[in-house]
Nanobody, 126 residues
Framework: QVQLVESGGGLVQAGGSLRLSCVAS????????MGWFRQAPGQEREFVAA????????LYADSVKGRFTISRDNAKSTVYLRMDSLKPEDTAVYFC???????????????????WGQGTQVTVSS
């Protein structure tokens, strides 16, 4: 069992930046693939980015590629999402997720992650 707590969301103007953090507790963080997903009102939860256990491999949704950066610090049991050049369409609740068994081909599938945080709101004004 692992508990995930996100922070760092807020209100930002278009073109601005935010860094989200997700701190894990419970079991060995380095065993988990970590992902970020987001959900806007009335829409399905969508994949944003994921990172392998060691941090050596990452995957991004096309909509955020080149603007967002996922990273992790296993010593701090924390995964980050740096978001630059934010757009109004990035407005959503952002969730971090983790799983021990997800494979690379399933990184973008929310159903493959067992553990989820409560989410943090990101609002980008135009």
């Amino acid at each position: 069992q692992v508990q995930l707590v996100e922070s760092g969301g807020g209100l930002v103007q278009a073109g601005g930046s935010l860094r989200l953090s997700c701190v894990a507790s419970g079991r060995t963080f380095s065993r988990y693939v970590m992902g970020w997903f987001r959900q806007a009102p009335g829409q399905e939860r969508e994949f944003v980015a994921a990172i392998s256990r060691s941090g050596g491999s990452t995957l991004y949704a096309d909509s955020v590629k080149g603007r967002f950066t996922i990273s992790r610090d296993n010593a701090k049991s924390t995964v980050y999402l740096r978001m630059d050049s934010l757009k109004p369409e990035d407005t959503a609740v952002y969730f971090c997720a983790g799983d021990e068994n997800v494979i690379f081909s399933d990184y973008a599938s929310p159903s493959k992650y067992d553990y989820w945080g409560q989410g943090t709101q990101v609002t980008v004004s135009s």
